[in-house]
């Protein structure tokens, strides 16, 4: 069982950068693929960015694409979500999720693949 906790976010300007953090506690945070997700007002929950368990494969959303990075660190249990060029539509709630699957590119953009979430935080992007 994982317990994710989120860190990071808040507001920033058209153009600039936020990074989003995940801190894991509980064991064999290296076996999880990891996720973050979306969610604007009066839209769906979205896949942004996903990362295997080993790094070896990433997963980002055509609209992030070249401006968001997603990386981990297993010896700390944290997963990152650097956020840059960032625009309005980028405003949501963010989370942070873990999955126990192996990687493919399906289960990595899949929500309900994903057993542990982080509690949720805002990122608002100002034009």
């Known amino acids: 069982q994982l317990q994710l906790v989120q860190s990071g976010g808040g507001l920033a300007q058209a153009g600039g950068s936020l990074r989003l953090s995940c801190a894991a506690s509980?064991?064999?945070?290296?076996?999880?693929?990891i996720g973050w997700f979306r969610q604007a007002p009066g839209k769906v929950r979205e896949s942004v960015a996903a990362?295997?368990?080993?790094?070896?494969?990433?997963y980002y959303t055509d609209s992030v694409k070249g401006r968001f990075t997603i990386s981990r660190d297993n010896t700390n249990n944290m997963v990152y979500l650097q956020m840059n060029s960032l625009v309005p539509e980028d405003t949501a709630i963010y989370y942070c999720?873990?999955?126990?699957?192996?990687?493919?590119?399906?289960?990595?953009?899949?929500?309900?693949?994903?057993?542990?979430w982080g509690q949720g935080t805002q990122v608002t992007v100002s034009s």
């Open positions: 509980g064991r064999s945070f290296g076996n999880y693929l």
């Open positions: 999720a873990a999955n126990g699957n192996a990687w493919t590119v399906g289960r990595a953009k899949d929500a309900s693949q994903y057993l542990y």
């Open positions: 990362i295997s368990g080993t790094s070896d494969f990433t």
